[in-house]
Protein backbone atom coordinates (compact mmCIF):
# COMPACT_ATOMS: atom_id res chain seq x y z
CA UNK A 1 0.00 0.00 0.00
CA UNK A 2 1.40 3.42 -0.29
CA UNK A 3 1.44 6.70 1.24
CA UNK A 4 -0.89 9.12 1.09
CA UNK A 5 -0.21 12.67 0.56
CA UNK A 6 -3.43 15.11 1.75
CA UNK A 7 -3.90 18.85 0.85
CA UNK A 8 -5.04 21.32 3.03
CA UNK A 9 -6.54 24.85 1.52
CA UNK A 10 -4.85 27.22 -0.48
CA UNK A 11 -1.58 26.49 1.35
CA UNK A 12 -1.20 22.84 -0.12
CA UNK A 13 -0.15 21.48 3.36
CA UNK A 14 1.52 17.87 2.61
CA UNK A 15 0.60 15.47 5.24
CA UNK A 16 2.30 12.19 4.37
CA UNK A 17 1.20 9.03 5.99
CA UNK A 18 2.99 5.95 6.96
CA UNK A 19 3.57 3.66 4.38
CA UNK A 20 1.10 0.92 5.73
CA UNK A 21 2.61 -2.20 3.08
CA UNK A 22 6.23 -0.90 3.54
CA UNK A 23 6.15 -0.89 7.51
CA UNK A 24 4.08 -4.39 7.36
CA UNK A 25 6.77 -6.13 5.28
CA UNK A 26 9.34 -4.40 7.83
CA UNK A 27 7.93 -5.77 11.08
CA UNK A 28 7.61 -8.69 8.68
CA UNK A 29 11.18 -9.01 8.16
CA UNK A 30 12.01 -8.07 11.87
CA UNK A 31 10.00 -11.29 12.85
CA UNK A 32 11.30 -13.46 10.48
CA UNK A 33 15.25 -12.58 11.56
CA UNK A 34 14.78 -12.19 15.57
CA UNK A 35 11.60 -14.13 16.00
CA UNK A 36 13.17 -17.24 16.94
CA UNK A 37 16.61 -15.41 19.29
CA UNK A 38 13.45 -14.10 21.21
CA UNK A 39 11.61 -17.42 21.94
CA UNK A 40 14.72 -18.52 22.99
CA UNK A 41 15.74 -15.84 24.97
CA UNK A 42 11.90 -16.39 26.53
CA UNK A 43 12.77 -20.17 26.87
CA UNK A 44 15.74 -18.95 28.55
CA UNK A 45 13.60 -17.59 31.23
CA UNK A 46 11.23 -20.06 31.50
CA UNK A 47 13.93 -22.42 32.42
CA UNK A 48 15.15 -20.02 34.68
CA UNK A 49 12.35 -19.95 37.23
CA UNK A 50 11.68 -23.62 36.53
CA UNK A 51 14.89 -24.32 37.96
CA UNK A 52 14.94 -21.26 40.84
CA UNK A 53 11.59 -23.53 41.97
CA UNK A 54 13.07 -26.95 41.60
CA UNK A 55 16.12 -26.06 43.64
CA UNK A 56 14.09 -26.99 47.36
CA UNK A 57 14.06 -30.52 46.41
CA UNK A 58 17.82 -31.15 45.11
CA UNK A 59 20.41 -32.64 47.79
CA UNK A 60 23.26 -30.58 48.53
CA UNK A 61 25.48 -33.09 47.91
CA UNK A 62 23.62 -34.13 44.09
CA UNK A 63 24.38 -30.48 43.21
CA UNK A 64 28.17 -30.25 43.75
CA UNK A 65 28.72 -33.15 41.82
CA UNK A 66 26.67 -31.75 39.29
CA UNK A 67 29.19 -28.53 39.93
CA UNK A 68 29.85 -28.42 36.55
CA UNK A 69 26.53 -27.26 34.97
CA UNK A 70 25.23 -25.68 38.09
CA UNK A 71 28.18 -23.97 39.82
CA UNK A 72 27.26 -24.34 43.43
CA UNK A 73 30.25 -25.68 45.51
CA UNK A 74 32.04 -22.43 45.49
CA UNK A 75 34.40 -24.17 48.24
CA UNK A 76 35.93 -26.19 45.54
CA UNK A 77 36.12 -23.80 43.28
CA UNK A 78 38.04 -21.28 45.25
CA UNK A 79 40.87 -23.75 45.91
CA UNK A 80 41.47 -24.13 41.95
CA UNK A 81 44.21 -22.64 40.28
CA UNK A 82 43.61 -20.23 37.83
CA UNK A 83 43.77 -22.42 34.76
CA UNK A 84 41.11 -24.52 36.49
CA UNK A 85 39.09 -22.17 36.71
CA UNK A 86 38.96 -20.87 33.15
CA UNK A 87 38.99 -24.53 31.75
CA UNK A 88 35.96 -25.51 34.11
CA UNK A 89 34.08 -21.97 32.88
CA UNK A 90 34.80 -22.90 29.05
CA UNK A 91 33.57 -26.76 29.53
CA UNK A 92 30.48 -25.74 30.57
CA UNK A 93 29.92 -23.50 28.24
CA UNK A 94 31.30 -25.78 25.30
CA UNK A 95 28.81 -28.43 26.28
CA UNK A 96 25.96 -26.39 25.62
CA UNK A 97 27.84 -24.86 21.48
CA UNK A 98 28.87 -28.38 20.93
CA UNK A 99 24.98 -30.41 21.30
CA UNK A 100 23.50 -27.23 19.07
CA UNK A 101 25.95 -27.71 16.61
CA UNK A 102 25.44 -31.62 16.29
CA UNK A 103 21.44 -30.82 16.46
CA UNK A 104 22.18 -28.17 13.14
CA UNK A 105 23.71 -30.64 11.35
CA UNK A 106 20.08 -32.96 11.89
CA UNK A 107 17.27 -32.95 10.28
CA UNK A 108 15.52 -33.26 13.54
CA UNK A 109 17.66 -31.37 15.16
CA UNK A 110 15.33 -28.30 15.03
CA UNK A 111 12.89 -29.71 17.76
CA UNK A 112 15.60 -30.62 20.47
CA UNK A 113 17.44 -27.04 19.82
CA UNK A 114 15.17 -25.14 21.67
CA UNK A 115 15.63 -27.05 24.80
CA UNK A 116 18.82 -26.27 25.19
CA UNK A 117 17.70 -22.80 25.97
CA UNK A 118 15.14 -24.55 28.53
CA UNK A 119 17.85 -26.23 30.22
CA UNK A 120 20.59 -23.32 30.26
CA UNK A 121 18.02 -20.87 31.96
CA UNK A 122 16.84 -24.32 34.42
CA UNK A 123 21.01 -24.31 35.49
CA UNK A 124 21.36 -20.68 36.09
CA UNK A 125 18.07 -20.61 38.08
CA UNK A 126 19.01 -23.84 39.94
CA UNK A 127 22.39 -22.24 40.58
CA UNK A 128 21.08 -19.35 42.26
CA UNK A 129 18.38 -20.52 44.04
CA UNK A 130 20.70 -23.22 45.88
CA UNK A 131 23.42 -20.47 46.37
CA UNK A 132 20.97 -18.27 48.12
CA UNK A 133 19.96 -21.52 49.66
CA UNK A 134 23.05 -21.77 50.95
CA UNK A 135 24.26 -18.42 51.49
CA UNK A 136 21.23 -16.32 51.35
CA UNK A 137 22.39 -12.32 50.73
CA UNK A 138 26.08 -13.14 50.81
CA UNK A 139 25.24 -15.73 48.11
CA UNK A 140 23.03 -13.45 45.96
CA UNK A 141 25.97 -10.75 45.86
CA UNK A 142 27.94 -13.18 44.88
CA UNK A 143 26.08 -14.49 42.28
CA UNK A 144 25.40 -11.47 40.86
CA UNK A 145 29.34 -10.09 40.59
CA UNK A 146 30.66 -13.15 39.66
CA UNK A 147 28.80 -15.87 37.80
CA UNK A 148 25.41 -13.94 36.43
CA UNK A 149 28.25 -11.53 34.16
CA UNK A 150 29.40 -14.67 32.35
CA UNK A 151 25.76 -16.14 32.52
CA UNK A 152 24.00 -13.33 30.71
CA UNK A 153 26.98 -12.78 28.08
CA UNK A 154 26.77 -17.05 26.61
CA UNK A 155 22.79 -16.56 26.61
CA UNK A 156 23.51 -13.92 24.36
CA UNK A 157 25.68 -16.35 22.27
CA UNK A 158 23.95 -19.16 22.98
CA UNK A 159 20.42 -17.30 21.78
CA UNK A 160 22.15 -16.33 18.44
CA UNK A 161 24.07 -19.80 18.04
CA UNK A 162 21.15 -21.70 18.71
CA UNK A 163 19.18 -19.58 16.36
CA UNK A 164 21.31 -20.67 13.21
CA UNK A 165 21.43 -23.93 13.86
CA UNK A 166 17.81 -24.24 14.15
CA UNK A 167 17.40 -22.69 10.73
CA UNK A 168 19.95 -24.88 9.23
CA UNK A 169 18.21 -28.08 11.03
CA UNK A 170 14.56 -26.84 9.05
CA UNK A 171 16.81 -26.54 5.73
CA UNK A 172 17.82 -29.91 5.87
CA UNK A 173 14.48 -31.39 7.12
CA UNK A 174 12.93 -29.53 3.76
CA UNK A 175 15.61 -31.06 2.00
CA UNK A 176 14.77 -34.78 2.83
CA UNK A 177 11.28 -33.92 2.29
CA UNK A 178 11.09 -31.96 -0.82
CA UNK A 179 14.31 -32.63 -2.25
CA UNK A 180 16.31 -30.01 -4.62
CA UNK A 181 12.98 -29.28 -5.79
CA UNK A 182 11.23 -26.84 -2.83
CA UNK A 183 14.71 -25.91 -1.01
CA UNK A 184 18.46 -25.79 -2.34
CA UNK A 185 21.35 -27.22 -1.08
CA UNK A 186 22.54 -25.92 2.37
CA UNK A 187 26.65 -26.06 1.61
CA UNK A 188 26.57 -22.26 1.68
CA UNK A 189 24.48 -22.31 4.82
CA UNK A 190 26.97 -25.26 6.30
CA UNK A 191 30.04 -23.42 5.81
CA UNK A 192 28.24 -20.09 7.61
CA UNK A 193 27.32 -22.39 9.96
CA UNK A 194 30.86 -23.43 10.47
CA UNK A 195 32.07 -20.20 10.95
CA UNK A 196 29.52 -18.90 13.18
CA UNK A 197 30.65 -22.33 15.71
CA UNK A 198 34.05 -20.84 15.32
CA UNK A 199 32.91 -17.34 16.69
CA UNK A 200 30.92 -18.98 19.27
CA UNK A 201 33.31 -21.05 20.49
CA UNK A 202 35.38 -17.50 20.64
CA UNK A 203 32.70 -16.74 22.44
CA UNK A 204 32.89 -19.08 25.22
CA UNK A 205 36.21 -18.67 25.27
CA UNK A 206 35.66 -14.46 26.04
CA UNK A 207 32.78 -16.10 28.44
CA UNK A 208 35.56 -17.90 30.37
CA UNK A 209 37.93 -15.34 30.91
CA UNK A 210 35.38 -12.92 32.02
CA UNK A 211 34.04 -15.82 34.70
CA UNK A 212 37.61 -16.09 35.90
CA UNK A 213 38.65 -12.74 35.94
CA UNK A 214 35.54 -12.12 38.40
CA UNK A 215 36.31 -14.98 40.20
CA UNK A 216 39.77 -13.79 41.30
CA UNK A 217 38.72 -9.97 41.77
CA UNK A 218 35.41 -11.02 43.66
CA UNK A 219 35.05 -14.56 44.90
CA UNK A 220 37.75 -14.26 47.88
CA UNK A 221 36.20 -10.99 49.47
CA UNK A 222 32.94 -12.97 50.12
CA UNK A 223 32.93 -14.98 53.48
CA UNK A 224 31.81 -18.60 53.12
Same mark, same amino acid.
Given at each position: ?8 ? /? ?44 ? /? ?28 ? *? ?7 ? !?????? =? ?7 ? =? ?10 ? =? ?10 ? !? ?6 ? *? ?27 ? +??? +?? /?????? +? ?42
Amino acid at each position: MKGFVLHFG /SESKKLRLPDLGKSAETAKEKLRRYGVRAVFAGLFALGFLIGAGCA /SGIDKGVAERLDLLFVTNISARLSMSVPQI *FLSCFVAYF !LFIFCA =FLMGLSAWG =FLGIPLLSVFRG =FTAGLSCALIYG !LYKMTGVG *FYILVILPGTLMFLFILVRYSAGGFHLSR +RYM +RL /SLFGNE +REPAPETHVKRYFKRTLFALLGCGGCAAADMILWLIFANKFDF
